[in-house]
């Protein structure tokens, strides 16, 4: 009899596990969106590693369904049977993230570069490190430690139903929790275009909220400040300084660099092109 499955384990056989994964996506601590593109596939190839359970890792906030983005991401921070935080660099909206995923008291695993303090507050959790070069013998063993983590907390809250990452070293709370309820399928598409409908009133507040064309600055700034105003529609968080990394990120648009003869004169350009844009 002790040979025969048990239901559950059929169960998650035959369904992979959600492991969601909360990172920085966008320049941050002097790593730009490349950086960041490189570590999420690190821990995802580390994810796929592991033969059983099986999990598909992803960002919180992706999902399958349209909807505004906010919600996904706690949707995604709440519902996820592991989340994977990778604090490097102590980005706001991912420590915010990490404070959710912590107030639910759910299965979490934190990383982090080895270049990154701790924090004072999460710091009496567990933080698994990798090099921030992301060197490849090193990235190897990062990996190899962070699949056995997944499987080891997996299993360890699968043991014990008052498992708990973060909570149980201050005592007992009431954990929070989001209500969730089946819904037919016309309420879910009525909730899926209410959803659009706002994601498109912000798209038009944002756009009614770029500045006007700008008078008195040469073509070649004013082609820098449109593609910075593409690059804080999808970044709102982007500082306008002319900072290496932005400074990189836009000559790698050949266009923007043609009225520029030297690569000084294209940073005094960003420079004017930030200052116009927080003036406006």
Same mark, same amino acid.
């Given at each position: ?29 002097? !790593? ?16 796929? $590693? ?17 909807? +505004? ?7 995604? +921070? ?8 990778? +604090? ?64 080891? $907390? ?29 819904? $037919? ?60 990394? !932005? ?34």
């Amino acid at each position: 009899m002790s040979d025969i499955p048990k239901q559950d384990d059929l169960i998650e056989n035959s369904t992979p596990l959600s492991c969601g994964i909360i990172m920085p996506i966008s320049t941050v601590d002097g !790593l730009n969106a490349e950086h960041w593109s490189d570590v999420k596939s690190i821990i995802q190839e580390a994810v796929d $590693t592991i033969a059983a359970p099986k999990f598909v890792a992803r960002l919180v906030s992706e999902a399958d369904d349209v909807g +505004v983005i906010h919600k996904r991401i706690v949707q995604g +921070v709440y519902s996820s049977d592991i989340v994977i935080c990778d +604090v490097s660099g102590k980005n706001a909206n991912v420590m915010f993230e990490l404070g959710m995923r912590l107030a639910f008291d759910k299965p979490t695993i934190i990383i982090k570069d080895d270049k990154t303090d701790y924090s004072f507050d999460t710091s009496i959790i567990e933080h698994i490190p990798y090099p921030r070069d992301l060197r490849f013998a090193k990235i190897n063993s990062f990996k190899k430690q962070l699949s056995e983590k997944i499987i080891a $907390t997996h299993k360890a809250a699968r043991a014990n139903p008052d498992h708990s990452t973060f909570l149980k070293n201050f005592g007992t709370f009431k954990v929070a929790h989001l209500n969730q309820k089946e819904a $037919t399928g016309e309420v879910v598409m009525i909730d899926m275009l209410a959803d659009l409908q706002q994601a498109v009133s912000e798209l038009r507040r944002v756009q009614k909220a770029r500045p006007r064309p700008m008078n008195g600055i040469s073509g070649g700034v004013k082609q820098i400040a449109t593609a910075l105003l593409e690059i804080m529609i999808k970044e709102p968080e982007l500082v306008l300084e002319p900072s290496d990394d !932005l400074v990189e990120r836009l000559i790698s648009h050949q266009d923007l660099t043609r009225e520029f003869r030297t690569r000084e004169s294209f940073v005094e350009g960003v420079a004017l092109a930030c200052d116009t844009l927080r003036r406006s």
